[in-house]
């Protein structure tokens, strides 16, 4: 009785009312017709206590046709699940997740896919998230902890023993808009798009870098997407040190556009055909004019070789990637401009004997300019090494620069693809290499 009198008290200055206009979503398939709007306003309780029970309240209340302002400063340590029709939430305050590993870490809620779970799984249809404000996952308590307990999965991925969560997961969704919020600090991932369809993203703001220098800020992509279509993110700014964005398996009609990312791994296709006997399938994305710096990779796909063994969790899945262009992207600083590797988290050897079941084809990069970082040795700008072959890789309008050097001296190895004359550059073919 206590606690329910205390969530009564927090939320007694919540006005539920009918209200004369809302923000409409207007995606592909949301409504024209005008409906009645209900409103809530619930309150932070302050000191430090934990806001989650009042907020899953207010959007339980709140939970169709309505609008949900949230202008304050929301301390949460409870797992929000939420499943919203027709509503418009509107952040400009900040959600801070409590850096609680005892309690997130078993708590949070299981994706499956690499062990990835999360804070808060934003599901339903018309939804709208927006307002200028922010999701903090304080994440630096995460770093801390993992650079002294190296517990993670394999490429990139959390563990069922240490699960770092994800602030954001718009799951079993469509027709939603996240507009105008800032995701910082994650543990893991910053944002999951999971088995849903039609979202779009936009002035998105991510941040996370570490203030310790011995722990980074660990697989912190700015985004992942799973299972899900027609999917659009624009217009965004990510500083992290791991993907900007990662279309992970059965991620078709991708848009990514005016993308500012810093420090990052690339605009990553996969990783792919981890999992043996699974099929994963990445088709028709566009990705264009995107300003790439101080990163490890520019444009980017990733696959695994293939496997022998049929429970193999490194290698061996089926499946294709198809019809992927990369558009105008500007390097400054970047280890391998292109890279596309068929032998990902992959032996050699392994590679040789038992090359990729999963296909790469029809794949564009168009426009790709800038620097590299000398990292990778030989002057080398490029990377494009199938284990088995590759068909209709093309280049086009390619201005590339070793580190000190000038455009054209640079040098771009080669593996397995079918027609090296559709590139504009010169390959030197070379073995297999783990990817």
Same mark, same amino acid.
């Given at each position: 009785?206590?606690?329910?009198?205390?969530?009564?008290?927090? +939320?007694?200055?919540?006005?539920?009312?009918?209200?004369? /206009?809302? *923000?409409?979503?207007?995606?592909?398939?949301?409504?024209?017709?005008?409906?009645?709007?209900?409103?809530? $306003?619930?309150?932070?309780?302050?000191?430090?206590?934990?806001?989650?029970?009042?907020?899953?309240?207010?959007?339980?209340?709140?939970?169709?046709?309505? +609008?949900?302002?949230?202008?304050?400063?929301?301390?949460?340590? @409870?797992?929000?699940?939420?499943?919203?029709?027709?509503?418009?939430?509107?952040?400009?305050?900040?959600?801070?997740?409590?850096?609680?590993?005892?309690?997130? =870490?078993?708590?949070?809620?299981?994706?499956?896919?690499?062990?990835?779970?999360?804070?808060?799984?934003?599901?339903?249809?018309?939804?709208?998230?927006?307002?200028?404000?922010?999701?903090?996952?304080?994440?630096?308590?995460?770093?801390?902890? *993992?650079?002294?307990?190296?517990?993670?999965?394999?490429?990139?991925?959390?563990?069922?023993?240490? #699960?770092?969560?994800?602030?954001?997961?718009?799951?079993? #969704?469509?027709?939603?808009?996240?507009?105008?919020?800032?995701?910082?600090?994650?543990?893991?991932?910053?944002?999951?798009? *999971?088995?849903?369809?039609?979202? @779009?993203?936009?002035?998105?703001?991510?941040?996370?870098?570490?203030?310790?220098?011995? #722990?980074?800020?660990?697989?912190?992509?700015?985004?992942?997407?799973?299972?899900?279509?027609?999917?659009?993110?624009? &217009?965004?700014?990510?500083?992290?040190?791991?993907?900007?964005?990662?279309?992970?398996?059965?991620?078709?009609?991708? @848009?990514?556009?005016?993308?500012?990312?810093?420090?990052?791994?690339? !605009?990553?296709?996969?990783?792919?055909?981890?999992?043996?006997?699974?099929?994963?399938?990445?088709?028709?994305?566009?990705?264009?004019?995107?300003?790439?710096?101080?990163?490890?990779?520019?444009?980017?796909?990733?696959?695994?070789?293939?496997? $022998? &063994?049929?429970? =193999?969790?490194?290698?061996?899945?089926?499946?294709?990637?198809?019809?992927? /262009?990369?558009? &105008?992207?500007?390097?400054?600083?970047?280890? $391998?401009? !292109?890279?596309?590797?068929?032998?990902?988290?992959?032996?050699?050897?392994?590679?040789?004997?038992?090359?990729?079941?999963?296909?790469?084809?029809?794949?564009?990069?168009?426009?790709?300019?800038?620097?590299?970082?000398?990292?990778?040795?030989?002057?080398?700008?490029?990377?494009?090494?199938?284990?088995?072959?590759?068909?209709?890789?093309?280049?086009?309008?390619?201005?590339?620069?070793?580190?000190?050097?000038?455009?054209?001296?640079?040098?771009?190895?080669?593996?397995?693809?079918? &027609?090296?004359?559709? +590139?504009?550059?010169?390959?030197?073919?070379?073995?297999? @290499?783990?990817?």
């Amino acid at each position: 009785m206590k606690a329910f009198a205390t969530i009564l008290t927090a +939320l007694a200055a919540i006005d539920v009312a009918s209200a004369a /206009t809302g *923000y409409i979503h207007n995606e592909r398939s949301s409504s024209s017709i005008r409906r009645r709007w209900t409103s809530t $306003n619930p309150y932070p309780m302050g000191g430090g206590q934990d806001d989650g029970p009042n907020l899953l309240y207010a959007f339980n209340l709140c939970g169709s046709t309505a +609008l949900i302002n949230l202008p304050g400063y929301y301390t949460v340590n @409870t797992v929000l699940q939420t499943y919203l029709t027709n509503v418009e939430v509107r952040l400009t305050g900040a959600i801070s997740y409590v850096p609680d590993i005892e309690y997130w =870490s078993p708590a949070s809620i299981y994706l499956t896919y690499q062990n990835a779970t999360t804070y808060w799984f934003f599901g339903g249809s018309g939804v709208t998230l927006h307002g200028g404000g922010t999701i903090d996952a304080n994440g630096q308590t995460w770093w801390d902890y *993992y650079a002294q307990n190296k517990n993670a999965g394999i490429a990139g991925g959390s563990s069922r023993t240490f #699960a770092r969560p994800i602030p954001l997961t718009v799951g079993n #969704a469509s027709n939603v808009v996240v507009d105008d919020i800032s995701v910082i600090n994650s543990p893991f991932w910053h944002n999951f798009v *999971y088995q849903s369809t039609d979202v @779009t993203y936009s002035n998105i703001q991510i941040r996370s870098l570490s203030s310790n220098e011995s #722990a980074p800020a660990a697989n912190s992509d700015g985004w992942d997407i799973y299972r899900s279509s027609y999917v659009a993110i624009r &217009d965004s700014n990510v500083q992290n040190g791991d993907d900007c964005v990662s279309f992970k398996p059965n991620s078709t009609y991708m @848009t990514v556009e005016n993308m500012i990312c810093n420090g990052s791994h690339g !605009i990553s296709v996969g990783s792919l055909g981890q999992y043996a006997g699974e099929t994963d399938i990445v088709a028709n994305v566009y990705v264009r004019n995107i300003s790439m710096s101080n990163a490890q990779n520019g444009a980017r796909i990733k696959v695994f070789g293939g496997s $022998n &063994d049929t429970k =193999s969790i490194s290698g061996g899945g089926i499946g294709y990637v198809k019809n992927v /262009t990369f558009q &105008d992207f500007v390097n400054d600083n970047v280890d $391998n401009p !292109i890279y596309l590797t068929q032998c990902y988290s992959s032996s050699a050897q392994q590679c040789q004997d038992h090359p990729s079941t999963l296909s790469i084809s029809d794949v564009h990069f168009i426009n790709i300019s800038g620097s590299a970082s000398g990292l990778v040795p030989n002057n080398t700008v490029a990377t494009l090494e199938c284990s088995a072959e590759c068909v209709d890789i093309t280049a086009s309008g390619t201005q590339l620069s070793p580190k000190n050097g000038t455009v054209g001296s640079g040098k771009y190895l080669c593996a397995n693809l079918q &027609d090296e004359s559709t +590139l504009d550059f010169q390959c030197t073919d070379v073995p297999i @290499t783990k990817g």
